[in-house]
C-alpha cells in the first residue's frame, strides 16, 4: 500500500484535456489538474479567448490551447491530430463542453433539441471514439487513462424549468459513461461522469444573476451553497488519479439530488 498522499493523488506525466476549459466548470477542471502536476491543453471554438485563458493558467503549470469547435467533424478531427502527435500519448479526456437552450415548451424548436444533443452527448462519444488510439498509448493497470463526462444534476432527476433538451442530454451521458466504461476497462481505460449541481458559470448566470430565482435554488441544496472552484478540483484529480474506479456517476451538488 502507498503511504504517500501525494503520490497517491499526483498527476505528474500526465496529459490531460479539457474541453470548454476555457471558463466556467471547464476551467475549475483545468485548475485543479494543473495543481494536480498535469500537463493541461485546453479547446475552446475562440482562439483569442482560449489562448489568453491558457496563459493565465501557465501559473499553476504547463497548459497549452487548442482552438476546435467540436459541435463540427473538423473540430473533432483538429484535437484527434493534436493528440496524435503526443509522443507519450493522452492521459486524461475531459469531456466538458456543453450548451443549454431554453424556450417555452410551445417555442422549443427541433434546432435548439438537435444543438443541445449535439455538442452534449454526441460530440463527447465522437471525441472519445477518435480519440481512443491516444488514451491507449499510455495506459496500463496500474496508471489507467481516464475519460471524465461532465453531466449534470439536472441528468439525475433534478429538474429544470422551459430546458427541453438539457437534462435529457445528461441522463444520455450518464448511460453513455456506464457502456464506455464496460468496454474500455480491459484496455485500461476508466471512464466517469461528474454530475454538478450548481456552479457559478455562464450558462448558470441567468439563475444566478436574478436574486429571487438565486435565493430559489439556494433553498433547494442542503450543503446551503454554489459548489465551488476547490470542490470540483478535488473531485477531478481524485478521479484522475484513481487506478481501480470506473463506471461511477459522482453527484457534486451539495446533497441537492439526495
Not at 436574486?211 to 439556494?218: D, F, G, I, S
Request: charged share 20%; hydrophobic share 45%; glycine share 10%.
Amino acid at each position: 500500500m502507498n503511504s504517500d498522499l501525494e503520490s497517491l493523488f499526483s498527476l505528474r506525466g500526465r496529459r490531460a484535456i479539457v474541453t470548454g476549459g476555457a471558463g466556467g466548470v471547464g476551467e475549475m477542471l483545468a485548475r485543479g489538474l494543473l495543481i494536480g502536476g498535469a500537463s493541461v491543453h485546453i479547446v475552446g471554438r475562440y482562439l483569442e479567448k482560449v489562448e489568453a485563458k491558457a496563459r493565465e493558467l501557465r501559473q499553476l503549470g504547463e497548459c497549452q490551447a487548442l482552438q476546435a469547435d467540436l459541435a463540427t467533424d473538423a473540430g473533432i478531427e483538429a484535437v484527434r491530430d493534436a493528440a496524435a502527435a503526443w509522443p507519450g500519448g493522452l492521459g486524461i479526456l475531459i469531456n466538458n463542453a456543453g450548451m443549454l437552450a431554453r424556450a417555452p415548451l410551445g417555442e422549443f424548436t427541433s434546432a435548439q433539441r438537435d444543438s443541445v444533443l449535439g455538442l452534449n452527448l454526441k460530440a463527447p462519444f465522437l471525441l472519445t471514439q477518435a480519440l481512443l488510439p491516444s488514451l491507449r498509448r499510455p495506459a496500463t493497470a496500474s496508471c489507467p487513462s481516464h475519460v471524465i463526462n461532465i453531466g449534470s444534476a439536472a441528468g439525475l432527476g433534478s429538474t429544470t424549468v422551459d430546458t427541453y433538451s438539457y437534462g435529457p442530454s445528461k441522463a444520455a451521458l450518464h448511460h453513455m459513461t456506464r457502456v464506455l466504461a464496460r468496454k474500455l476497462a480491459p484496455e485500461h481505460i476508466h471512464v466517469n461522469a461528474i454530475a454538478p449541481g450548481l456552479f457559478p458559470s455562464r450558462m448558470s448566470a441567468s439563475v444566478l444573476d436574478d436574486p429571487q430565482k438565486r435565493a430559489v435554488m439556494l433553498a433547494r441544496i442542503p450543503a446551503g451553497r454554489l459548489g465551488e472552484p476547490d470542490d470540483m478540483a478535488a473531485l477531478v484529480v481524485s478521479l484522475a488519479a484513481s487506478r481501480y474506479q470506473t463506471g461511477t456517476i459522482t453527484a457534486l451538488d451539495g446533497g441537492q439530488t439526495c
